[in-house]
Nanobody, 129 residues
């Protein structure tokens, strides 16, 4: 499975962006997925996750109410809608998916990066004040 993230760019504070992550190879529609981000000089941090059923999502406190994860299994794509962006949201954003060979219940999500197996290349989000 290869993941291709896109949709990053430059946006003013308060604006919105939608990141996309398309999977090639085997479908990852039935895999738990997540988004992480890494700002310069900082460690990679969890942003949000979605269960393999797509029904359960979980977000880091700092994005709750502003970011939303959605999936389109027909397109083998997961999205991260980011609203009310802040300058501190600037980072490289990575999508990730868990291998189907690793067990997960239909409603389980993961916040530990070690629980994931496939990573996209990252897409840069820059937020200007």
């Amino acid at each position: 499975v290869q993941l291709q993230a896109s949709g990053g760019g430059l946006v003013q504070a308060g604006g919105s962006l939608r990141l996309s992550c398309a999977a090639s190879g085997r479908t990852f529609g039935s895999s738990p997925k997540g988004w992480f981000r890494q700002a310069p000089g900082k460690v990679r941090e969890f942003v949000g996750a979605v269960s393999r059923s797509g029904d359960i999502t979980f977000y880091a406190n700092f994005v709750k109410g502003r970011f939303t994860i959605s999936t389109d299994n027909a397109k083998n794509t997961v999205y991260l809608q980011m609203n009310s962006l802040k300058t501190e949201d600037a980072a490289v954003y990575y999508c990730t998916a868990r291998a189907r060979s690793r067990y997960s219940s239909s409603t389980q999500y993961f916040i530990d990066p070690d629980e994931y197996d496939y990573w996209g290349q990252g897409t840069q989000v820059t937020v200007s004040s």
